[in-house]
Nanobody, 124 residues
Framework: QVQPVEFGGGLVQAGGSLRLSCTASGRIFNYYSMAWFRQPPGKEREFVATITWSGSSIRVADSVKGRFTISKDSAKNTVYLQMNNLKLEDTAVYYC?????????????????WGKGTLVTVSS
């Protein structure tokens, strides 16, 4: 069973930075993509960023472009989300997901495996 696990959530002041990581355990044979989604309180889950296996294709949501950076270490099956200049509206549960098709989809329905999420709270 493949299981992504997120690390790094917490409380941070507006303008601050935080780095999330996600490691996928289990037997994975595909050249999968790894993505970050988030779900703000009372809202639907939304796309944040995705990166392909080789790292050659990266897609980032407009709402976080210029502030968030996605990267990965394929040898460690780990993806990172560096979040800078955090805003109050970035408060959400952040989820890591695996796309076994290896694409750059921003759709939750395209993801085969999900982590349990890590809470990021941005305070004023």
């Amino acid at each position: 069973q493949v299981q992504p696990v997120e690390f790094g959530g917490g409380l941070v002041q507006a303008g601050g930075s935080l780095r999330l990581s996600c490691t996928a355990s289990g037997r994975i044979f595909n050249y999968y993509s790894m993505a970050w989604f988030r779900q703000p309180p009372g809202k639907e889950r939304e796309f944040v960023a995705t990166i392909t296996w080789s790292g050659s294709s990266i897609r980032v949501a407009d709402s976080v472009k210029g502030r968030f950076t996605i990267s990965k270490d394929s040898a460690k099956n780990t993806v990172y989300l560096q979040m800078n200049n955090l805003k109050l509206e970035d408060t959400a549960v952040y989820y890591c997901a695996l796309d076994l098709q290896g694409g750059s989809s921003a759709e939750p329905s395209a993801m085969e495996y999900w982590g349990k999420g890590t809470l990021v709270t941005v305070s004023s």
